[in-house]
């Protein structure tokens, strides 16, 4: 009996909802590359947000699992941005190995004025204020978090200059957001929230070959001229190559991961491994949130109580978890009981 399954580089092996790892040895560059599908589409659904603010948290989720991705431990990977605009908080984790959660918070009146004056740029909507990139390995580890200003056009552009900044490694980040309509069995219409993504990086042997002009500091002076190193050539040229990728082609089911590191790279050999999946899974449970409320006053657990019940909503997933006050507050109650 033949194997009629695709195979590691075959056109659509990885499909959707798996981040694609791969390298291009010629130009010393090494990537990472996705369609989200299904995933996106069920967290772009419980939440049901307005199609602006659904775009923005879109984005965000593919730019982290493109990077989540790329952990080599145990750990979590969070992008989160905080500005004064419309859309004021959005929130995106990795948990290894493959567990995806997003949540977005906005301002109902200034997201309807803001639709209403056509300002639906993402440095419209989400205004000033900061992006940070946040690694937790665990409560016995440090977290590590880095953190850019809010300045560029795109969170495609924001993540290139955090990593230009921050990590002083050349990198090229795409992102794009598409709604498929189509109809389903029984004809009604329906659509589908799609996300595409590539990341690559430049990181050859020789360390030297990485220098990139310097960038102006938030204080620099008027009159700052940056050093005037040029970039290698084989960055040169893998920048172009994924500047020319339509944003149509980031999300097209029919062009899949594969068939698009092909088109980009088949003249110089790119190489692609095996692929990583990623889930719509919450890390919330009862037994973590319990946790939380046993540390409550007896005070702050009467204030929390509503009909006799504390009933709490996880901002990822929606799930809501019910609580009688008498099953709380037992770490409280010990600590009070210690100073009578």
């Known amino acids: 009996m033949n194997d009629q399954s695709p195979r590691l580089g075959e056109f659509d092996y990885a499909g959707d909802d798996h981040v694609l790892p791969f390298q291009v040895e010629a130009l010393d560059a090494r990537g990472r590359a996705v369609q989200l599908g299904p995933m996106l589409d069920k967290i772009m659904a419980r939440h049901d947000y307005p199609e602006p603010v659904a775009r923005l948290l879109a984005e965000a989720i593919t730019l982290t699992v493109l990077i989540g991705t790329s952990l080599k431990f145990d750990g979590k990977f969070m992008v989160q941005t905080q500005g004064d605009g419309p859309v004021d908080l959005l929130v995106a984790d990795f948990t290894t190995p493959d567990a995806v959660r997003?949540?977005?918070?906005?301002?109902?009146?200034?997201?309807?004025?803001?639709?209403?004056?056509?300002?639906?740029?993402?440095?419209?909507?989400?205004?000033?204020?900061?992006?940070?990139?946040?690694?937790?390995?665990?409560?016995?580890?440090?977290?590590?978090?880095?953190?850019?200003?809010?300045?560029?056009?795109?969170?495609?552009?924001?993540?290139?200059?955090?990593?230009?900044?921050?990590?002083?490694?050349?990198?090229?980040?795409?992102?794009?957001?598409?709604?498929?309509?189509?109809?389903?069995?029984?004809?009604?219409?329906?659509?589908?929230?799609?996300?595409?993504?590539?990341?690559?990086?430049?990181?050859?042997?020789?360390?030297?070959?990485?220098?990139?002009?310097?960038?102006?500091?938030?204080?620099?002076?008027?009159?700052?001229?940056?050093?005037?190193?040029?970039?290698?050539?084989?960055?040169?040229?893998?920048?172009?190559?994924?500047?020319?990728?339509?944003?149509?082609?980031?999300?097209?089911?029919?062009?899949?991961?594969?068939?698009?590191?092909?088109?980009?790279?088949?003249?110089?050999?790119?190489?692609?491994?095996?692929?990583?999946?990623?889930?719509?899974?919450?890390?919330?449970?009862?037994?973590?949130?319990?946790?939380?409320?046993?540390?409550?006053?007896?005070?702050?657990i009467a204030e929390s109580t509503e009909d006799g019940v504390i009933a709490v909503t996880c901002e990822f997933c929606s799930t809501e978890y019910r609580f009688e006050p008498e099953e709380l507050g037992a770490n409280s109650a010990e600590s009070e009981s210690h100073l009578h």
Not at 162 to 186: C, G, H, M, N, W
Request: glycine share 8%; aromatic share 8%; net charge negative.
């Open 102 to 300: 997003a949540y977005a918070r906005f301002n109902e009146q200034a997201l309807a004025q803001a639709v209403a004056d056509n300002r639906l740029e993402p440095h419209e909507l989400l205004g000033k204020g900061i992006l940070a990139f946040t690694i937790d390995q665990g409560e016995f580890m440090q977290r590590y978090q880095g953190i850019v200003e809010l300045d560029g056009a795109t969170l495609e552009e924001i993540a290139g200059a955090y990593f230009r900044q921050s990590e002083q490694i050349p990198t090229k980040v795409r992102l794009s957001v598409a709604q498929l309509y189509d109809r389903d069995e029984d004809g009604r219409p329906r659509h589908q929230w799609r996300a595409g993504g590539v990341i690559v990086q430049f990181l050859p042997d020789a360390p030297e070959r990485m220098r990139q002009s310097d960038l102006p500091g938030g204080d620099a002076p008027d009159d700052f001229e940056p050093t005037g190193v040029e970039d290698d050539d084989a960055w040169v040229e893998a920048v172009a190559m994924v500047e020319s990728i339509d944003a149509d082609e980031l999300t097209d089911p029919l062009v899949g991961s594969e068939r698009l590191l092909f088109r980009l790279f088949h003249e110089r050999g790119v190489r692609v491994f095996e692929p990583a999946p990623v889930l719509d899974r919450c890390t919330c449970s009862r037994e973590k949130i319990k946790s939380v409320l046993d540390n409550f006053t007896s005070d702050e």
